[in-house]
């Protein structure tokens, strides 16, 4: 028998290692939607762990040569402070975050961590430091707990459930059949995108990330949802270096700094009470969102 168990028990770790690699990049693939370019120089190092400085350097940068994307952003993120970028559809916002992901090297300029360039660092360690919350995130057809989990495997099951709590997820599980047990995913519990993002937050929080990504979903989120990742997304970027790539502006009127994108662009930056005397641009679109707040009940998206 103990012949028979060992190569089954071999395939068996076989069988998980590829399953991980391959969920892994599918995860990877489908987060940010793109593919991977850059290598790492001969002489990269690993990024240094503690406290995240970020500036961009009049970057430049394009997908394809004959159409230009980025044009000069500079901006600075300080460790522990909060930057939130909103602009129309396509002006940008989400390329900032690939960039510092470096899914894809700037074409011009240079994005800094701690005012070296993103560049002299090997990926992995760069990608170690940084904790992402996608749009729309791809969760195993595994538990709740198993999702939070994947943040940082060797996790205790008590930080699982701290994680689970700061994200605003134990009254919601408890709710469930099996809480935090409860299988979900496409063959589980399909999960509305506001309870999906609560568990890419949770994750997140595991992770402990010294800089943070959060890429805001555009889908109206009734009142309650919307407390929830408020909610939990300031106890996710208290002291933590973070960019939020935002769509409502009521997720954002505490940031250190809004930037505001138009085609490529930063046309605006200040504080939301800044900003709102400016009386330029984020005044117009936090006007309209009032407007559509008040018509519907919900928050709309600042796509418009
Ligand atoms: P949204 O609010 O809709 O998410 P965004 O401001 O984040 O938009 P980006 O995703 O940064 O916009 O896209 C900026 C521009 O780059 C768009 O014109 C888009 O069509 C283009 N773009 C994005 N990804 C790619 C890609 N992989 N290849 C080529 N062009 C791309």
Known sequence: LIQLYMPLNFLGVVYREIRQ?????????????????VVDAPDAVDLPHGDIEVCFDRVEFAYDAKRPILFGVDFVIPAGKTVAVVGKS????STLARLLYRFYDVTGGAIRINRRDLREFRQSSLRAAIGIVPQDTVLFNESIFYNIHYGRPEATHEEVLAAAHAAQLTEFAALLPDGLATVVGERGLKLSGGEKQRVAIARALLKDPSLLI?????SALDSKTEKAIQASLDLATRGRTTLIIAHRLSTIMNADQILVMDAGRIIERGTHLELIRLSGRYAQMWAMQQHDAGENGFSSSGNA
């Open 214 to 218: 959060f890429d805001e979903a555009t």
């Open 90 to 93: 396509g002006s940008g916002k």
């Open 21 to 37: 690699s391959l969920t892994d990049i599918e995860r990877m693939f489908t987060l940010l939607n793109t593919h991977r370019e």
